[in-house]
């Protein structure tokens, strides 16, 4: 037989029991979140790395370096007056002197394979012309027999020993004249380069 206090008792534990187990069940839920919030922060989720690719440094001529180069020159008319093509390349020392000032500057800072044109001034080439390394001889003496002509080239010995290479530009009955000016002082000069080694 049911009592009032058997009915109370029994709905009393019933709820108990309801109680105990939602605690556990929070109790359960709070166990998981706090694992799987534990493993994100001790076990980064692997990211995929993208690396970061970059050009290779492009090898570019500086003073000291020895480099050969292909080149046509051209006066203002456009006219050749000297190229590598279908020759070996031109070899040289960037500042030693070897060349003319502007032909070195200009291949300074050129990159591996690059072509480019520079125009040198005469004053950075073979020097303004000068009217001073005019001279007229005597024919007689000219060694005998020589027959001299217009543009030819002729060696003299100047004073100080050196040897000196002039050209004729006037022939007469008694005299000739010469010209110690290197052909190509006074003149602007167009130069195309391409940097083909770096040695």
Not at 6 to 23: F, V
Not at 48 to 53: E, G, K, R
Not at 76 to 96: A, C, K, N
Not at 180 to 185: G, K, P, Q, V
């Amino acid at each position: 037989m049911q009592t009032d206090i058997d009915k109370g008792g029994c709905g009393n534990m019933k709820g108990r029991t309801i109680a105990g187990l939602l605690a556990l069940t929070a109790l359960i839920v709070a166990v998981i979140v706090a694992g799987c919030v534990e493993n994100d922060v001790s076990t980064p989720s692997p990211t995929s790395a993208t690396p970061t690719l970059t050009p290779a440094p492009t090898a570019t001529a500086k003073e000291g370096d020895t480099v050969k180069v292909h080149y046509t020159g051209t006066l203002e008319d456009g006219s050749v007056f000297d190229t590598s093509v279908e020759r070996e390349p031109l070899q040289f020392t960037i500042g030693e002197g070897q060349l003319i000032p502007g032909f070195e500057q200009g291949v300074i800072g050129m990159k591996l394979g690059e072509s480019k044109t520079i125009t040198i001034p005469a004053d950075q080439a073979y020097g303004p012309y000068n009217v001073g390394l005019v001279g007229v001889v005597e024919r007689d003496h000219l060694p005998a027999g020589m027959e001299p002509e217009v543009g030819q080239q002729l060696q003299t010995t100047q004073a100080n020993g050196q040897i000196a290479v002039v050209t004729v530009i006037n022939v007469s009955e008694s005299t000739v004249t010469v010209d110690a000016n290197h052909r190509l002082a006074g003149k602007d000069l167009t130069f195309e380069i391409q940097l083909v080694e770096i040695i």
